[in-house]
T-cell receptor, first 112, second 112 residues
Framework: RKEVEQDPGPFNVPEGATVAFNCTYS??????FFWYRQDCRKEPKLLMS???SGNEDGRFTAQLNRASQYISLLIRDSKLSDSATYLC?????????????FGKGTLLTVNP | EPEVTQTPSHQVTQMGQEVILRCVPI?????FYWYRQILGQKVEFLVS????????KSEIFDDQFSVERPDGSNFTLKIRSTKLEDSAMYFC??????????FGSGTRLTVV
């Protein structure tokens, strides 16, 4: 089983649409959870951390279900600038190591 | 905003040659990392470095790879004898502690 598994995509949506990304992780001891976005041939950039209570940042809402080891990201009212690859990322903190484990990502294209 | 700086942005090298990828982490960060991303694949952890020593390395990080923090500001990744399959984007990152990662913009390594 892959450590972090995401919807393969790609997703093509019109501007203004709501789009949901799903992710599961295999290691139940994972402690920190994130959504990153990655533009073509650029570095990953943190979009938001994901907390057990769920959290929202403007048009973006993230949810975490530790029991089912499931993470989601919802983008409302999508913009052309949201076009990117969305990466689900988990971290298993152990001592002085804060290694990130990435999913393969889901490509989103928002069309005019 | 503080940045992680990587040089060069693109490196072309012949198979069997040694390459050194350079990174300047954010000055007050204590944890340093190298990740790589082969074209079309996920971002993969290579190595983490804390307190002047490797804290964890992945299976990818074999004897061909080494890291160094020679002068308190630079953090380098050396590949001793490059192979075609080493062609990838190499991302340096630093963090002050858990989370708070900042990635550099990457070095594209092409082995011919």
């Amino acid at each position: 089983r892959k450590e972090v598994e995401q919807d393969p995509g790609p997703f093509n949506v019109p501007e203004g649409a709501t789009v949901a990304f799903n992710c599961t992780y295999s290691n139940s001891a994972s402690q920190s959870f994130f959504w990153y976005r990655q533009d073509c041939r650029k570095e990953p950039k943190l979009l938001m951390s994901v907390y057990s209570s769920g959290n929202e940042d403007g048009r973006f809402t993230a949810q975490l279900n530790r029991a089912s080891q499931y993470i989601s990201l919802l983008i409302r009212d999508s913009k052309l600038s949201d076009s990117a690859t969305y990466l689900c990322v988990v971290s298993l903190t152990a001592g002085s190591n804060y290694k990130l484990t990435f999913g393969k990502g889901t490509l989103l294209t928002v069309n005019p | 905003e503080p940045e992680v700086t990587q040089t060069p942005s693109h490196q072309v090298t012949q198979m069997g040659q040694e390459v050194i990828l350079r990174c300047v982490p954010i000055s007050n960060h204590l944890y340093f990392y190298w990740y790589r991303q082969i074209l079309g694949q996920k971002v993969e952890f290579l190595v983490s470095f804390y307190n002047n020593e490797i804290s964890e390395k992945s299976e990818i990080f074999d004897d061909q790879f080494s890291v160094e923090r020679p002068d308190g500001s630079n953090f380098t990744l050396k590949i001793r004898s490059t192979k075609l399959e080493d062609s990838a984007m190499y991302f340096c990152a630093s963090s002050p502690g858990p989370g708070g990662y900042t990635f550099g913009s990457g070095t594209r390594l092409t082995v011919v």
